[in-house]
């Protein structure tokens, strides 16, 4: 990883970081399948969701353009799964972190992509539901499982920690760059 990067990244102060061969992403229709089950309510109505996203084939296409990844994580600690109100901040403030990191490296001059978790919140409603195009294109993200990437996989192949323990949520993301 070049200076330029590392310093990006340890900017975001993350859990862990793990590497990743851009070959080891495995991109399934078993992981469609789960986001059209629709338990996040988010299943058509984000441009950064199924199925406005794109396709499998595109996806696949995208991480083979490129030659190095780097999984991350942040580990957020609390008290009570219910309290919906720290779950949203939890996810807030883990997209804001990630279209941070994200708008540095469309800043600098390596070729590099970013994918977070979650819908795309750029927009306090996303452009879909009024039939309006997407309104930041080029700062609109999908998250891994938006994008068909089998995470829990990917973390047993690179040694990322999946799962921090009771009272923790673990939230991944990943960059994916050439050298
Ligand atoms: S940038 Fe706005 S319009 Fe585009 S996907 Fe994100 S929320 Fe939707």
Redesign the pocket.
């Known amino acids: 990883m070049n200076e330029a990067l590392r310093a990006m990244v340890e900017a975001c102060d993350f859990e862990e970081t793990v590497a990743v061969d851009p070959r080891q992403i495995h991109i399934t229709q078993d992981v469609r399948d789960a986001c059209a089950k629709n338990d996040c309510g988010h299943y058509g109505q984000?441009?950064?969701c199924p199925p406005a996203v794109g396709d499998l084939d595109h996806y696949r296409e995208v991480v083979n353009s490129y030659t190095n990844g780097l999984l991350f994580s942040q580990v957020y600690r609390f008290k009570n799964r219910q309290d919906y109100r720290r779950m949203n901040e939890i996810m807030a403030g883990f997209e804001k972190t990630v279209e941070k990191l994200h708008r540095a490296i469309r800043k600098s001059d390596m070729e590099g992509t970013v994918f977070s978790a979650g819908c795309?919140?750029?927009?306090k409603e996303?452009?879909?539901l009024t039939d309006d195009p997407?309104?930041?294109?080029d700062?609109?993200m999908p998250s891994l499982e938006a994008s068909g990437i089998d995470v829990v996989q990917l973390t047993k192949d690179t040694g990322l920690v999946y799962n921090n323990g009771p009272k923790t949520m673990t939230i991944i993301g990943l960059i994916l760059y050439n050298e």
């Open positions: 984000n441009y950064m795309c919140t750029i927009c996303c452009g879909i997407c309104r930041f294109p700062e609109a």
